[in-house]
Nanobody
Framework: QVQLVESGGGSVQAGGSLRLACTYS????????MGWFRQTPGKGREGVAT????????DYGDSVKGRFTISQDNAKNTVYLQMSSLKPEDTAMYYC???????????????????WGQGTQVTISS
């Protein structure tokens, strides 16, 4: 069992920045894939970014490339999502997710994740 706790959501104006954090605990496998996803009412879930904890490889959704950065602090069991140049269309509930991933190829925004956090709201005003 894995527990995920997100923090850092809030409201900012367009063009601003926010940093989300996800602290994970539970299963202690050697490598995992951590991901950030977002969802708005009436729309499907969108993969934002993933990071493979064993090697640091990252993957981003097309809509956030160049604006968002995912990173990790393995000592703190925490993954971050630095969001910059925020747009109103970035408004969503953001979820942290986790899955076991022995290979880098198993860690992309298209992968299926097993564990999910409770979500944190991000609201961008124009």
């Amino acid at each position: 069992q894995v527990q995920l706790v997100e923090s850092g959501g809030g409201s900012v104006q367009a063009g601003g920045s926010l940093r989300l954090a996800c602290t994970y605990s539970g299963n202690t496998y050697s490598s995992r894939c951590m991901g950030w996803f977002r969802q708005t009412p009436g729309k499907g879930r969108e993969g934002v970014a993933t990071i493979w904890t064993a090697g640091g490889s990252v993957d981003y959704g097309d809509s956030v490339k160049g604006r968002f950065t995912i990173s990790q602090d393995n000592a703190k069991n925490t993954v971050y999502l630095q969001m910059s140049s925020l747009k109103p269309e970035d408004t969503a509930m953001y979820y942290c997710a986790e899955r076991s991933a022995q290979l880098r190829s198993g860690c992309t925004t298209k992968a299926v994740f097993r564990y999910w956090g409770q979500g944190t709201q991000v609201t961008i005003s124009s």
